[in-house]
């Protein structure tokens, strides 16, 4: 179980975090939704290590996250698929998913966990020794998870994964999503999309502006007024 | 000029070029990694120079092994310079850190002067390097034949290290997204180290092969040939490993091919670095082969 409590970031002058707490139960998918600004990314980049917290705590197990580099918390298997995917455009495909396992030295694990991969993501072995620079932003969303897959996640945060991915594509990432938590990794994802993050999620919360404004069962969320004007475009 | 003239010029000019290339890809690299112009680079490349002559004429060990431990102690050098100077500044604004690299340049070059004492020194140049071999009437110094072989083979191995082992594929990735390589679990401090200990490495063994080229040694050596093999980075295009070693190699071209065909432009010999700068950016900002990198965010 991955929890968060009272987690305040600042930044500058602008209070972007103000001491929020939330659970992520292992083997669930639990989803941060709220408008831009509203600090999901924040959350995320905070639980990461590469946004420093100005207070709270993450604790991951019973142990202290915060303060950690951000080596030792995805080598303790909390891993982030970064908004905007941020693959390495000037690195081939297969040279992305070897540097996704950069911590492990179980060679054969690793080259069984690159098939399972490209089992998941057929396209990305069809197209293994290219640069990734030269895909689309569908694949390139494809490649960010997959190389997050190689550390071997216990908890998988991704930001934003279906941002500015074609219908096709939004419909393949939540498909995946579900696929990777059936295998028996937890899910903390941020996103805009919120009906579909609520289809999927087990637990959402509602962000605004730097707090939780409230939460609920990803079923209770879609059918609740407030999401619905807010975040549905309903009503 | 005649041929052997031109032949005699392209081995002098292919020499001083690979000195050249060697200074300029730790200024690349480094650049690559951090978007930081080290500017002490040059005086790394000076203490190597400095440390080859004690370990030969002070402590009288056996050549081989003073330009090892010369290249040993210069790395551990750069590393540190880059503990000390560049990493507390990590997350300040870049001009901090780029006036702290101005700054440890003027600390080394001047702590030189006390330690190495100002009054230039002869580099011991052993009768193997200094001897002239003929070939059809080129006079060939041997150190000139070995400057370019040794420029090769270090290229060589930086290109298999840089794309070949998973901490060159490292060294790539931080250059592009060092946050996202922080999220691969690379130690992204360790990468950068690393970075400053082969620039570093590559700056001694140029110091060396510059004092036995060139065996005169003084503190504030590195400032020229440093200021020169920047601009040969910017000139290559910054970042780019052959961007370096072709910007260095056009460099020692235009600089010797120019006095040998304008002989009366010698005095002006060390401005040709800055024209080809000048030219170079008014035509292609990014360099020769640069590529629009942006600024970071």
Known sequence: MLSIRNLSVHYGGIHALRGISLDVPAGKIVTLIGANGAGKSTTLNSIMGLVKAGSGSVSWNGEEMLGRQTKRIVESGIVLVPEGRRVFPNLTVDENLTLGAFARHDKAAIEADREHVFKLFPRLKERHKQKAGTFSGGEQQMLAVGRALMSRPTVLMMDEPSLGLAPLFVGMIFDIIRQINAEGVTVLLVEQNAKAALDVADTGYVMETGSISFSGTGKDLLADDRVRKAYLGEG | ?297
């Not at chain 2, 590393?79 to 003027?106: K, N, Q, T, W």
């Not at chain 2, 931080?174 to 200990?197: E, K, N, Q």
């Open chain 2, 1 to 297: 000029m005649d041929l052997q003239t031109f032949l005699q010029q392209f081995v002098n000019a292919l020499s001083l070029g690979s000195l050249y290339a060697l200074i300029a890809i730790g200024y690349t690299m480094v650049y690559g990694i951090l978007r930081l112009i080290n500017f002490a680079h040059g005086d790394v490349f000076m203490i190597g120079g400095y440390l080859a002559f004690y370990g030969i004429s002070t402590f009288v060990i056996p050549w081989w092994l003073a330009v090892a431990l010369a290249i040993a102690l210069t790395t551990l050098f750069g590393v540190g310079l880059e503990r000390a100077a560049y990493r507390p500044l990590r997350d300040s604004p870049r001009i901090s850190i780029m006036i702290s690299a101005i700054g440890a340049s003027f600390l080394i070059e001047n702590l030189a002067i006390v330690l190495f004492d100002a009054r230039p020194k002869a580099f011991p140049v052993s009768d193997f390097f200094a001897a002239n071999y003929v070939f059809s009437g080129v006079y060939v110094a041997g150190i000139s034949l070995i400057i370019p072989l040794v420029t090769i083979v270090l290229l060589a191995v930086l290109l298999w290290i840089v794309h070949r082992t998973k901490t060159g594929m490292a060294m790539r990735a931080v250059s592009t997204d060092i946050d996202a390589a922080r999220l691969m679990a690379i130690d992204v401090d360790r990468i950068i180290s690393i970075t400053f200990a082969i620039g570093s490495a590559l700056a001694a063994i140029g110091g060396i092969m510059w004092a036995l080229k060139y065996p005169r040694l003084e503190p504030l050596m590195g400032i020229m040939p440093g200021l020169k093999c920047f601009i040969a980075a910017v000139v290559g295009g910054i970042g780019s490993i052959a961007g370096a070693v072709l910007g260095g190699l056009l460099l020692g071209f235009i600089e010797l091919m120019t006095i040998a065909f304008l002989p009366e432009l010698t005095g002006y010999k060390d401005a040709f670095a800055f024209v080809l700068l000048i030219v170079v950016l008014l035509v292609k900002p990014t360099g020769l082969l640069g590529k629009n990198q942006g600024e970071k965010v």
